[in-house]
């Protein structure tokens, strides 16, 4: 989807994975590359880029997966329910203006105004990113509100987020979470949340920015 538009026939026309967004990949340490992209003509990269779903050779849609399936609830027994899946994670370029403007909405790489940043965290990551031409943003973004369809709250809600230890290259990761209720952070690389009777109002976004 761009600008809430579909563009899932025209990318499979030209043989462009969607999910992968063109099999991007950035681990040669150089400029990203995304092989499907790089693969069609011209005249096709022009036609994509006026489409918006490329800037320059950066894809810019967004994936939109809707999982669903049919369940048979027997008749007057209970039936206890438990649904466990990898998410899928969100990935785009970002560079120093996305922290440092004062509108950080309005740049056309942000993602940063939906996340929650601490002043000590921001000169942390601006500070991060002044040794990088640019650097990656990941977030993954879990829908609570579809709970508000059930009978009745959440019963016992507990979230618990946890900091990637640095890889093996020594890649580390700066996680930002909030809430509004009080969040516990037993150490340095979890952050937990609970409550009783949850009522979702809106969804939940989990960023991080790797240096």
Not at 38 to 47: D, P, T
Not at 74 to 97: F, K, Q
């Amino acid at each position: 989807m761009v600008r809430g538009v579909d563009f899932s026939a025209r990318l499979r026309q030209l043989g462009i994975d969607i999910v992968s967004f063109g099999h991007f990949d950035d681990s040669s340490g150089k400029e990203p590359l995304v092989r499907d992209f790089e693969k069609l003509s011209k005249q096709q990269q022009s036609e994509l880029r006026r489409s918006g779903l490329f800037d320059e050779s950066f894809p810019e849609w967004t994936v939109i997966l809707t999982h669903h399936w049919q369940q048979t609830f027997p008749a007057r027994r209970i039936l206890h329910v438990r649904h466990e899946y990898s998410p899928v994670v969100g990935e785009r370029i970002t560079d120093l203006a996305d922290l440092t403007s004062q509108k950080p909405e309005t740049h056309h790489l942000s993602n940063f105004a939906q996340w929650c940043i601490d002043p000590p965290l921001r000169k942390t990551l601006i500070a991060a990113m002044r040794k990088e031409s640019y650097g990656g943003v990941q977030w993954v973004d879990y829908i609570l509100t579809t709970a508000n369809t059930w009978k009745k709250p959440i019963k016992q809600f507990e979230l618990i987020v946890e900091r990637p230890k640095p890889d093996a290259q020594g890649k580390y990761y700066y996680v930002s979470f909030c809430w509004d209720r009080k969040v516990e952070q037993p150490d340095p690389d979890h952050f937990v949340v609970r409550a009783t009777n949850f009522v979702p109002t809106k969804e939940l976004s989990v960023g991080q920015q790797t240096s």
